[in-house]
């Protein structure tokens, strides 16, 4: 990294450190007042736990206005191993980031940026920031982050030969032909025990990101609000997938790839069954590094930042729209995905539109535990099954991003922390406006 020491004028005005448990209510009413009153962060702390507590830590940076003593900038860190294993690699990826209008100094939240890499106590070998806003964080990381390689994340997906897509737009239909040589079967994994009885771990630490199985435990099989679903291909690979349910149809997300991602290539042919046996629309991968060939061979095409067909990203609620995922990362080799960071993190839970796990009514997040399979197909179609809400949540965006383009570079260094507010309610104004349109014209 070149951009540079830290600026003492920083440490003059602000204490940046990591949180504590004692934090936590300061930083949940900081992202009531700067982000969304009703954003799941926000307001419910069990699941505020569940993400960034790990022991008596919090893994949450933040900016201590030293005359106030109050938060002015934070970001959440989701760290993939423990730190407390030296044979594992210790990678990480960035949350939910905000700063206040009235931080007292320029580019606070550039200098959370930077500190986060030094400051877990353990050397990291990488970092992924999914999610980067492509007017403000982007440029910038770009301008002063030398070692860093900022970008978008490319999307690919295989539609099923349908007559009719209730959940994409599709103007002009193309299936390609899977390469047949060297294919292999997928198998569901029952649990975390059955997938680390196959699963190579110690090959994965060679790959970068690596993923802990304390993080794999904690983030996919224990997930308090998604139904992640992982299939191995043989000893080499795992895709982590995600249903999402609308409209009367279903579709498969593939968000996190682990083990050897270049042999995704050899799961063509059994995703094109799992596609077609589940009656899904499409599957769709959000991602960065793996060979296109590959991709190709599996039978998976590119969506293009121009592309007349449309394969949705946001589903609290529908958005009949591309998004575009931008990155920002520090790391050799890098592999990343959807679900790096929050930006396969809810916002809101809405069972009906983004196939989460089916529960009772339940008072906190912790009640809540995952149903088999045949369990969940079960009750969903029981009367006595409903969404369990997760004290008063809203039904927000699974994770904001903005929409605009970025005019120019120039432009998006003129930001400052006091219009980042401004320009991120227009976004979400200009979204909640088309969205409620929608609704509208559905009603009707």
């Keep these: 990294m070149s951009r540079g020491k830290t600026s003492a004028k920083f440490d003059e005005l602000y204490e940046i450190r990591l949180a504590t448990p004692n934090d936590i209510d300061n930083i949940m009413a900081f992202l009531k007042e700067y982000w969304d009153k009703n954003h799941i962060l926000a307001i419910n702390r069990d699941f ?6 790990v022991g008596g830590r919090v893994n949450y940076i933040l900016a201590v206005n030293r005359q ?8 959440g860190i989701y760290i993939y191993s423990k730190g407390d ?4 690699p210790f990678d990480m990826s960035g949350g939910m980031f905000r700063t206040s209008p009235n931080a007292l100094l320029p580019f606070l939240g550039l200098e959370i940026l930077y500190r986060k890499r030094f400051m877990m106590g353990v050397k990291i070998r990488s970092y992924i920031g999914i999610g980067s806003n492509f007017n403000t964080s982007y440029p910038l990381t770009k301008k002063y982050f030398k070692d860093d390689t900022v970008g978008r ?18 103007t002009h239909k193309t299936i390609l032909d899977i390469d047949s040589k060297d294919q292999a079967e997928l198998v569901l994994f029952r649990d975390f025990k059955h997938m680390y009885e196959v699963f190579d771990n110690e090959s994965f630490k060679k790959h970068n990101p690596y993923k802990s199985p304390w993080y794999i435990n904690k983030r996919y099989f224990n997930n308090p609000v998604f139904t992640y679903k992982l299939y191995g291909l043989e000893s080499d690979l795992v895709l982590v997938c995600r249903e ?11 968000v996190d790839i682990l083990g050897d991602r270049e042999q995704f290539h050899r799961a063509g042919k059994a995703l094109d069954r799992l596609m077609k046996q589940n009656d899904y629309e499409y599957i769709d991968l959000y991602q960065k590094n793996i060979d ?4 190709k061979k599996a039978g998976f095409i590119e969506r293009l930042e121009k592309d007349t067909n449309v394969i949705p990203n946001y589903f609290a609620p529908y958005l009949a729209k591309n998004i575009e995922i931008y990155y920002h990362a520090y790391g050799e080799n890098l592999y990343m995905f959807k679900a790096d960071g929050d930006q396969d993190r809810p916002s809101s839970v809405d069972v009906e539109n983004l196939g989460y796990r089916c529960v009772k009514q339940l008072d906190s997040i912790k009640d809540i535990s995952p149903f088999s399979k045949a369990q969940y197909d079960k009750d969903i179609e029981s009367k006595d099954c409903h969404t369990g809400h997760l004290g008063k949540v809203s039904k927000n965006l699974e994770s904001k991003q903005d929409f605009s383009p970025m005019a120019c570079v120039s432009e998006a260094l003129a930001h400052t922390c006091k219009n980042d507010k401004n320009l991120d309610s227009k976004n979400h104004a200009a979204h909640t406006s088309t969205t409620q349109n929608q609704k509208s014209k559905k009603e009707s």
């Design 292 to 295: 296109r060939d590959g991709l």
């Design 68 to 75: 106030t003593g109050k938060i002015d900038a934070c970001e």
């Design 153 to 170: 994340l490319e999307h690919f997906y295989r539609l099923n030969d349908k007559k009719e897509y209730k959940i994409a737009h599709i």
């Design 85 to 88: 294993d030296d044979t594992e």
């Design 48 to 53: 505020f736990e569940y993400e960034f507590g």
């Design 244 to 254: 999402v349910a609308y409209n009367g149809a279903k579709v498969l997300r593939i």
